[in-house]
């Protein structure tokens, strides 16, 4: 039976790794190994696997060279790949505790617990496997044993939050409340800002009928991370103790809907598990993680998937939009141009030059991001976002007319589209052409009403229109949903206040 999908990623935190070397000391083949990590941890699983690869052609028998190709399948989910290659590490260097540990938890991550466990317990004042020991004995319902790792634990490894947090969990499941938040404090002391600690705190009070004071815990957890499916659950909990029962149903539907990401998620875990080459169920697999907000996941199975066939287009669509939400730019440039080079004439590499114009965009190469919004538009005129990015390149080359069109026909494209308006309400203001300002903002406010920075621009129109109740009741709008920069919100108080 597979250990469920929660546990499985909390233990991928528990596989260890190797502390960065000086790159500039060592042998040619402890420098392939070195490159191998650095590319890893970049992402380039493609090329960390052929250092590692290099490094195993000077010596079979390197130890490091295997561990790093066990630990880039285990991040891969190749798991069966990165059993050979944990299990040759231990051959080359049986003492090498680092790959037993990871051994065992891809033991355990295939179902193999009993396996995982004798692993652990082979290393008994080993602080990772002493830490990671408990978790596989609560699988097993082995509570008494849980306790007594976990102090062992702390007794190997000095204080550390991990076994703070789990002592408090084990403790909060047995009913030992004070003991339990005694624990959970203490890791809080040790690292603050993690939120499953403030959770489970959470869940003390909530146990104890402190409904109140778990609220406050469960709100706080779900600011920090929107999509924490349990603790939408627990919130649900707590407004329905406290009589809310419309906002524990909103809340419990939001804890429905991520459950079912999640249920999705491990549904296709076990695909890959089988077939870990197989492109779409790694693009699946990946979209659901972006759906739990989990990038970091949904771009490792993206790079697999581009590993496994580096020329799919779908692949590097997605995998460029990712990254160019991470900001990771130069790699979204590389991508880019990869796959316009190899699908010339398909028209869906319209997404990689619309991707690669909102770097130029952002990097304001103006020239270039314009040619490639046209040649994005000339594979897809129906894209809103293209006209409107295009219409924002344009009015940094200083082409307003072409802008304005450009604008406009975003604001045709899709009316949904808040932007378009926005923008051309700014042209609009900037030229003094007030009244086609206003329409323009009031459109973008039709689009999207919760754009708060539309209410600004309006006010400042309506107060260069003499309409000062107008001008007044925006700033007012603009100053209760303004989340932003606070000088910005500032600057509004201070427009308000000046009014006559």
Request: glycine share 6%; net charge negative; with cysteine.
């Given at each position: 039976?597979?250990?469920p999908?929660?546990?499985?990623?909390?233990?991928?935190?528990?596989?260890?790794?190797?502390?960065?070397?000086?790159?500039?000391?060592?042998?040619?083949?402890?420098?392939?190994?070195?490159?191998?990590?650095s590319?890893?941890?970049?992402?380039?699983?493609?090329?960390?696997?052929?250092?590692?690869?290099?490094?195993?052609?000077?010596?079979?028998?390197?130890?490091?060279?295997?561990?790093?190709?066990?630990?880039?399948?285990?991040?891969?989910?190749?798991?069966?790949?990165?059993?050979?290659?944990?299990?040759?590490?231990?051959?080359?260097?049986?003492?090498?505790?680092?790959?037993?540990?990871?051994?065992?938890?891809?033991?355990?991550?295939?179902?193999?617990?009993?396996?995982?466990?004798?692993?652990?317990e082979?290393?008994?004042?080993?602080?990772?496997?002493?830490?990671?020991?408990?978790?596989?004995?609560?699988?097993?319902?082995?509570?008494?044993?849980?306790?007594?790792?976990?102090?062992?634990?702390?007794?190997?490894?000095?204080?550390?939050?991990?076994?703070?947090?789990q002592?408090?969990?084990?403790?909060?499941?047995?009913?030992?409340?004070?003991?339990?938040?005694?624990?959970?404090?203490?890791?809080?002391?040790?690292d603050?800002?993690?939120?499953?600690?403030?959770?489970?705190?959470?869940?003390?009070?909530?146990?104890?009928?402190?409904?109140?004071?778990?609220?406050?815990?469960?709100?706080?957890?779900?600011?920090?991370?929107?999509?924490?499916?349990?603790?939408?659950?627990?919130?649900?909990?707590?407004?329905?103790?406290?009589?809310?029962?419309?906002?524990?149903?909103?809340?419990?539907?939001?804890?429905?809907?991520?459950?079912?990401?999640?249920?999705?998620?491990?549904?296709?875990?076990?695909?890959?598990?089988?077939?870990?080459?197989?492109?779409?169920?790694?693009?699946?697999?990946?979209?659901?993680?972006?759906?739990?907000?989990?990038?970091?996941?949904?771009?490792?199975?993206?790079?697999?998937?581009?590993?496994?066939?580096?020329?799919?287009?779908?692949?590097?669509?997605?995998?460029?939009?990712?990254?160019?939400?991470?900001?990771?730019?130069?790699?979204?440039?590389?991508?880019?141009?990869?796959?316009?080079?190899?699908?010339?004439?398909?028209?869906?590499?319209?997404?990689?030059?619309?991707?690669?114009?909102?770097?130029?965009?952002?990097?304001?190469?103006?020239?270039?991001?314009?040619?490639?919004?046209?040649?994005?538009?000339?594979?897809?005129?129906?894209?809103?976002?293209?006209?409107?990015?295009?219409?924002?390149?344009?009015?940094?080359?200083g082409?307003?007319?072409?802008?304005?069109?450009?604008?406009?026909?975003?604001?045709?494209?899709?009316?949904?589209?808040?932007?378009?308006?926005?923008?051309?309400?700014?042209?609009?203001?900037?030229q003094?052409?007030?009244?086609?300002?206003?329409?323009?903002?009031l459109?973008?406010?039709?689009?999207?009403?919760?754009?708060?920075?539309?209410?600004?621009?309006?006010?400042?129109?309506?107060?260069?229109?003499?309409?000062?109740?107008?001008?007044?009741?925006?700033?007012?709008?603009?100053?209760?949903?303004?989340?932003?920069?606070?000088?910005?919100?500032?600057?509004?108080?201070?427009?308000?206040?000046q009014?006559p």
């Amino acid at each position: 039976m597979r250990l469920p999908y929660a546990c499985l990623t909390a233990m991928c935190a528990f596989l260890c790794g190797c502390a960065p070397d000086d790159p500039q000391e060592g042998t040619k083949q402890e420098l392939l190994v070195r490159a191998g990590r650095s590319l890893m941890a970049e992402g380039r699983y493609d090329s960390a696997r052929i250092s590692f690869q290099q490094a195993l052609r000077l010596d079979s028998l390197d130890a490091e060279a295997h561990f790093g190709l066990g630990n880039l399948d285990a991040r891969l989910g190749r798991l069966e790949g990165a059993l050979r290659a944990y299990r040759a590490t231990i051959a080359a260097d049986p003492a090498h505790r680092r790959a037993r540990h990871n051994l065992a938890v891809t033991e355990a991550d295939l179902g193999r617990l009993p396996l995982a466990v004798e692993l652990l317990e082979q290393m008994p004042a080993y602080a990772p496997a002493l830490r990671t020991l408990p978790l596989f004995y609560a699988k097993q319902g082995r509570y008494d044993l849980v306790e007594k790792t976990l102090l062992a634990a702390l007794d190997a490894g000095g204080d550390h939050v991990d076994v703070r947090q789990q002592l408090g969990q084990l403790y909060l499941r047995q009913g030992r409340y004070a003991e339990a938040e005694a624990q959970l404090e203490g890791a809080l002391a040790l690292d603050s800002g993690r939120v499953e600690t403030h959770r489970l705190v959470g869940l003390c009070h909530l146990a104890q009928r402190r409904y109140a004071e778990a609220l406050v815990l469960f709100e706080r957890v779900i600011a920090d991370d929107p999509l924490h499916i349990e603790a939408q659950y627990n919130l649900a909990s707590a407004l329905s103790a406290l009589g809310r029962v419309a906002d524990a149903e909103r809340a419990l539907e939001h804890f429905e809907t991520l459950s079912e990401y999640a249920a999705q998620i491990a549904r296709l875990r076990r695909q890959v598990d089988v077939t870990p080459d197989h492109v779409e169920t790694r693009l699946q697999l990946a979209h659901q993680y972006r759906q739990l907000g989990q990038l970091e996941y949904a771009l490792t199975h993206y790079r697999a998937a581009h590993e496994a066939d580096p020329a799919h287009l779908p692949t590097l669509i997605q995998l460029s939009g990712l990254l160019l939400e991470l900001g990771r730019s130069n790699e979204v440039l590389a991508l880019c141009q990869q796959g316009i080079h190899r699908h010339a004439g398909d028209e869906r590499i319209g997404e990689l030059f619309f991707a690669r114009g909102l770097v130029h965009l952002q990097r304001s190469q103006f020239a270039q991001a314009r040619a490639d919004f046209e040649q994005a538009l000339d594979l897809d005129p129906s894209s809103a976002q293209a006209w409107n990015n295009l219409g924002n390149a344009l009015l940094a080359l200083g082409e307003t007319v072409q802008a304005q069109r450009a604008l406009e026909a975003a604001a045709s494209a899709d009316p949904t589209l808040v932007d378009a308006p926005y923008n051309l309400g700014s042209l609009f203001l900037q030229q003094g052409q007030l009244e086609q300002a206003r329409s323009a903002y009031l459109a973008a406010i039709a689009a999207d009403s919760t754009f708060a920075r539309t209410y600004y621009a309006l006010a400042a129109v309506y107060e260069a229109q003499g309409a000062i109740p107008q001008a007044r009741e925006n700033y007012l709008i603009f100053i209760e949903r303004w989340q932003g920069d606070p000088g910005f919100l500032h600057q509004a108080r201070a427009k308000l206040a000046q009014l006559p």
